[in-house]
Each structure stands twice: as structure tokens, then as C-alpha cells.
């Protein structure tokens, strides 16, 4: 019983990243090469945002050293970046920090 709620967990989840991973973002062509890249970098340290631990200019600077590169100038990249934190955070029914913001 309980491997067949722990398996549809994990099926709810990995959906949940599907979808996360397939939302086009307004501002995506803002950066060079596969928006998996960037936008995994901002996944990974969603709950750092959302706790205050990280800033969006300092999320900028960790895909930047990524070796992404930018199409735009770099104050153009907040718009992408926090769109995406938000769509997270609406698909986790949580809260996000940035709901006042854009």
C-alpha cells in the first residue's frame, strides 16, 4: 500500500516538473542556448529565493558562471528569471515572494 502512494507521489512530481520545465517564459529568448539550462538553475535554488537566502541578481550571476550568456542586457534577465520563480510557486500552490512584482 504504501509503495503505490510513494509511486504516485513521485508520478505527481515528476509531472509537476514536466510542467514546471515546459512553460515558455516571457523573456526566454533573453538568453543564449537551451532555456533547460537556465531555468534549472533557478529550480534548483527556488526555495533559496523563496526563503531570502538568494537574490535575483545573485541567481544572475550563478547562471552567468554557468557559462550562459545573455542576448540582453543583463537588468533585462530579472524579467525571465522572476517569471519563472512565480510559475514555480503557482504550481506548488505556495506563495511567491515576487507576487507584487512585474
Given at each position: 500500500m504504501q509503495s503505490t502512494e510513494a509511486h504516485m507521489k513521485e508520478k505527481q512530481r515528476r509531472e509537476?516538473?514536466?510542467i514546471i520545465f515546459s512553460h515558455r517564459v516571457k523573456g526566454e529568448s533573453y538568453f543564449h542556448g537551451s532555456?533547460?539550462?537556465w531555468k534549472n538553475i533557478v529550480y534548483q535554488n527556488y526555495n533559496r529565493i523563496q526563503?531570502?537566502?538568494?537574490?535575483?541578481?545573485?541567481?544572475?550571476?550563478?547562471?552567468?558562471k554557468a557559462g550562459i550568456r545573455f542576448t540582453?542586457?543583463?537588468?533585462l534577465i530579472h524579467?525571465?528569471?522572476?517569471?519563472?520563480v512565480k510559475y514555480i510557486?503557482?504550481?506548488y500552490k505556495?506563495?511567491?515572494k515576487y507576487n507584487n512584482h512585474i
Open positions: 509537476k516538473i514536466e532555456s533547460y539550462q526563503q531570502n537566502e538568494l537574490e535575483v541578481e545573485q541567481l544572475i550571476s550563478k547562471i552567468e540582453q542586457h543583463r537588468s524579467y525571465p528569471v522572476i517569471d519563472f510557486a503557482k504550481i505556495e506563495p511567491s
